[in-house]
């Protein structure tokens, strides 16, 4: 199943998940770049979650309280391959890079600032990406029993210094590379379905 990107939870709530009965979520659209290896148009695929804004401030320093969540096993195994065979669906657009190990941050907050950035990339020196919905994606596929999966093209570097023509690009690359790997249904055959069920041969 896959969904537009905003209000997540409320999305795959209301996507009437008892009929559709989901073996997993894709959430799929653009994100801001953190690791400095990463370039404008590459796509990365979360295999941690991280949220940021729950923390306790002290005088001694900022203590983490938010989450760090791996993908569940099967997706795990998925993502190793997930670029083998595909190709940028765009002529000359150059190199478009697939980072298959990244740990994304999710929060309420649209960065576009150079000095949060930096405060961010401090406090979470492996992370690679920082998005908006994946935190809900997560809370809503968690109370589901459903696997779930964050797949996004970088389209800034949450600096505020990028146009936003970039998104509609990393956009793209993200969902080329989303519909190839649900090309082949096989893949799927034997996971579970919506809430831990499985289909009755």
């Keep these: 199943m896959l969904f537009r990107p905003f209000g997540s939870r409320r999305s795959l709530n209301n996507c009437n998940s008892k009929e559709l ?19 404008l148009g590459d796509v990365e695929i979360l295999a941690k979650l991280r949220t940021y804004s729950s923390v306790k ?23 190793n391959h997930a670029d083998n065979g595909w190709k940028a669906p765009l002529r000359d657009c150059g190199e478009v890079k697939v980072w298959k190990d990244g740990v994304y941050l ?24 920082i998005e908006m919905e994946g935190q809900g994606l997560f809370s809503a596929a968690h109370d589901l029993k459903v696997e779930w999966i964050v797949i996004k093209g ?30 082949n249904p096989i893949v799927f055959k034997n996971w579970p379905h919506y809430k831990g069920e499985y289909a009755v041969a």
């Design 154 to 183: 970088v389209a800034n570097l949450a600096d505020g210094r990028e146009p936003e023509s970039w998104r509609q690009f990393a956009s793209v690359m993200a969902a080329s590379l989303t519909a190839h790997i649900l090309s």
């Design 21 to 39: 009965r989901p073996k997993a979520v894709f959430c799929v659209g653009f994100c801001g770049g953190l690791d400095q290896k990463v370039s």
């Design 106 to 129: 999710s929060g309420p907050e649209k960065v576009e600032s150079k000095e949060r950035r930096e405060e961010l990339v401090k406090r979470f020196p492996d992370a690679i990406a």
């Design 57 to 79: 401030v002290t005088d001694s320093g900022i203590q983490e309280r938010g989450l760090a969540v791996p993908l569940e096993r099967n997706l795990l195994s998925l993502i």
